[in-house]
């Protein structure tokens, strides 16, 4: 099954400055590379993916990096505020019909320093 | 508000007791996925079940149950109960049962088991 991995497991920055957090992964199959962000007492929210098609996707002050030989992707914030500390999962999936067993990464607890 | 209602937000109950938390999803969606987030374990897929029937099994115990009625909602039964089943429990849906997609979270159900 698959394994993932994220690191760092926290990561403490000033505000305004930049965040990275790497997701890794064992299946090769997958090809569906969420991120999701959770606050305090609420359900996880997607806030951006990519597909293996593509290697880098921007949304605004996010965007999601891909290297699908390394079977790495990557979560990177700029300008980062302070609405932005919250736990970040990575869940990367093989899109097959049907079935889906997904596999989250253990979170990464941002947290962004005024 | 994602739009997957979960039921109740709390639930506090002695071990060896039984509950059952209750999932609506999105209107639309026929998927339906549960969760089980402990502190020290992330997020953990117990299941998965499409338009009433169940597609994936994670790492449900034998003491887990679920279900989907014919008009979607979603319970997860939880007997026999320990301490160690104390958690978060969040449902997701998606739309469709094929292909990875954005899951809607719910906003969870705190179970504590004293």
């Known amino acids: 099954g698959e394994n993932v991995e994220q690191h760092p497991s926290t990561l403490s920055v000033q505000e305004g400055d930049s965040a990275v957090i790497k997701c890794t992964y064992s299946?090769?199959?997958?090809?569906?590379f969420p991120w999701y962000k959770q606050e305090l007492g609420k359900g996880p929210q997607l806030i951006i993916d990519?597909?293996?098609?593509?290697g880098e996707k921007k949304d605004q002050r996010i965007a999601v990096t891909l290297n699908k030989t390394a079977k790495h992707f990557s979560l990177h914030i700029t300008e980062t505020q302070p609405e932005d500390s919250a736990v970040y999962f990575c869940?990367?999936?093989?899109?097959?019909?049907?079935?889906?067993?997904?596999?989250f990464g253990q979170g990464t607890r941002l947290t962004i320093n005024p | 508000d994602s739009g997957v209602t979960q039921t109740p937000k709390h639930l506090i109950t002695a071990t060896g007791q039984r509950v059952t938390l209750r999932c609506s999803p999105r209107?639309?969606?026929?998927?339906v996925y549960w969760y089980q987030q402990s502190l020290d374990q992330g997020l953990q897929f117990l299941i998965h079940?499409?338009?009433?029937?169940?597609?994936a099994k994670g790492n449900i115990l034998e003491r887990f149950s679920a279900q989907q009625f014919p008009d979607l909602h979603s319970e997860l039964n939880l007997s026999s109960l320990e301490l160690g089943d104390s958690a978060l429990y969040f449902c997701?849906?998606?739309?469709?049962?094929?292909?990875?997609?954005?899951?809607?979270f719910g906003p969870g159900t705190r179970l504590t088991v004293t």
């Open positions: 997701a849906s998606t739309p469709m049962g094929g292909g990875i997609n954005e899951q809607y």
């Open positions: 299946d090769s199959a997958s090809n569906y």
């Open positions: 990519i597909r293996s098609n593509v």
């Open positions: 869940a990367p999936a093989p899109e097959i019909q049907g079935a889906q067993k997904l596999v």
């Open positions: 209107s639309g969606d026929l998927s």
């Open positions: 079940y499409y338009n009433g029937e169940e597609r």
